[in-house]
């Protein structure tokens, strides 16, 4: 299974940017799907999941009510919908996704899928 994401780019501060993940599998069926974002020097850090039969959501501290992610099972894609950007939001964002949702799902070594990641800018 792949997951390939969209939607990364450059924003201003105090603005939005909606990125995509989709799985390349149709009949792939993930207990849960996220993101993590992560800068240069540092750790791969969590943003937030999505349950996929009950549609959690779970976030970052940082996040603080900023973002939203959804889903369409139809497409197997998950969105992340980020609202009131900041400059410390520059990051790779990276799409994740797990067959089991038993692990600490703040950690990245949680999730056996991954897409490529994509660049997220915001600028002043």
């Known amino acids: 299974v792949q997951l390939v994401e969209s939607g990364g780019g450059l924003a201003q501060a105090g603005g939005s940017l909606r990125l995509s993940c989709a799985a390349s599998e149709r009949t792939f069926s993930p207990a849960v799907m996220g993101w993590f974002r992560q800068v240069p020097g540092k750790e791969r850090e969590f943003v937030g999941i999505i349950t996929w039969v009950s549609s959690n959501t779970y976030f970052g501290d940082f996040v603080k009510g900023r973002f939203t ?56």
């Open 69 to 124: 992610i959804t889903k369409d099972n139809a497409k197997n894609s998950v969105h992340l919908h980020m609202y009131f950007l900041e400059l410390e939001d520059t990051a790779v964002y990276y799409c994740a996704a797990s067959r089991t949702a038993y692990n600490d799902l703040r950690r990245p070594d949680s999730f056996e899928y991954w897409g490529q990641g994509t660049q997220v800018t915001v600028s002043s």
